[in-house]
C-alpha cells in the first residue's frame, strides 16, 4: 500500500527566496512520483516526476525534486519563488511498475503563498 | 489542443436528485479515473477505467456509478445525490494504467448538494 504525507499546508515566501515543499511517501514496492500543480479554479498540472534513473528530477518553471529513498522523501525546490509560482501543490505516489490500477495516491495538498 | 472537458463547471442540486456529469477526452487514452477533492483530505479516486467497458471501484465510490461505453467518454452518474457528495470533481486520463503515465485533469466540476 502506498501512502503520502506533506508537511504543511500553507508555506508562505518571498518573492525571490527559496520555496521548499515537504513530501514523505510510504510505499511497499519501488514507487512513483509525482508533484502537481493546480491554480485556482483549474485542473491539477504536472510539474514533473520520478520513475527510475537519475534521482534528481528537473520539471517545468524552474521547480527541481530529488528522491531520496533513505529518507522516503520527494521534496519540491524552487531557488527563487516567483508570484506566478502562487497555487496549491500535491504529491502523489503510485505502486510504479507494480501498480494495475494506475492509481495515483495524493496528499493533503500545500498551498504556496508568495509575498512581494 | 488536447484536453480533457468537464461539464458542467458549478452545479448546485437538491438531494435525491439525480445527476451526470460528463467527461470526454481527445487523446485516445486507455485510463480515465475520477477523483473527488475535500479541503484537507487531497484527491480520494472514486471510479477508474482501464478500458472500455472495464471499469473498477477506488477508494471513495459509495453514492456514485461510472460507465465506459466509448474510449473517449466517462460519465460519473450520482443517482441518489446527498450533502456529504458536496465536493469538487475531478476526471483525468492517461495513455495507460501503468503508474507512469502522468494523468491530464479536467478543470474541476463544484457540485453543491443542498
Known amino acids: 500500500a502506498q501512502s503520502v504525507t506533506q508537511l504543511g499546508s500553507h508555506v508562505s515566501v518571498s518573492e525571490g527566496a527559496l520555496v521548499l515543499l515537504r513530501c514523505n511517501y510510504s510505499s511497499s514496492v519501488p514507487p512513483y512520483l509525482f508533484w502537481y500543480v493546480q491554480y485556482p479554479n483549474q485542473g491539477l498540472q504536472l510539474l514533473l516526476k520520478?520513475?527510475?534513473?537519475?534521482?534528481l528530477v528537473k520539471g517545468i518553471n524552474g521547480f527541481e525534486a530529488e528522491f531520496k529513498k533513505s529518507e522516503t522523501s520527494f521534496h519540491l525546490t524552487k531557488p527563487s519563488a516567483h508570484m506566478s509560482d502562487a497555487a496549491e501543490y500535491f504529491c502523489?505516489?503510485?505502486?510504479?511498475?507494480?501498480?494495475?490500477?494506475?492509481?495515483?495516491?495524493f496528499g493533503q495538498g500545500t498551498t504556496l503563498q508568495v509575498k512581494p | 489542443e488536447a484536453q480533457v472537458t468537464q461539464n458542467p463547471r458549478y452545479l448546485i442540486t437538491v438531494t435525491g436528485k439525480k445527476l451526470t456529469v460528463t467527461c470526454s477526452q481527445n487523446?485516445?487514452?486507455?485510463?480515465m479515473s475520477w477523483y473527488r477533492q475535500d479541503p484537507g483530505l487531497g484527491l480520494r479516486q472514486i471510479y477508474y477505467s482501464m478500458n472500455v467497458e472495464v471499469t473498477d471501484k477506488g477508494d471513495v465510490p459509495e453514492g456514485y456509478k461510472v460507465s465506459r461505453k466509448e474510449k473517449r467518454n466517462f460519465p460519473l452518474i450520482l443517482e441518489s445525490p446527498s450533502p456529504n457528495q458536496t465536493s469538487l470533481y475531478f476526471c483525468?486520463?492517461?495513455?495507460?494504467?501503468?503508474?507512469?503515465?502522468?494523468?491530464?485533469f479536467g478543470n474541476g466540476t463544484r457540485l453543491t448538494v443542498t
Open positions: 487523446m485516445n487514452h486507455e485510463y
Open positions: 483525468a486520463s492517461s495513455l495507460g494504467g501503468d503508474g507512469n503515465s502522468p494523468l491530464h
Open positions: 502523489a505516489v503510485s505502486a510504479g511498475y507494480s501498480s494495475n490500477t494506475g492509481k495515483l495516491i
Open positions: 520520478y520513475t527510475t534513473g537519475a534521482t
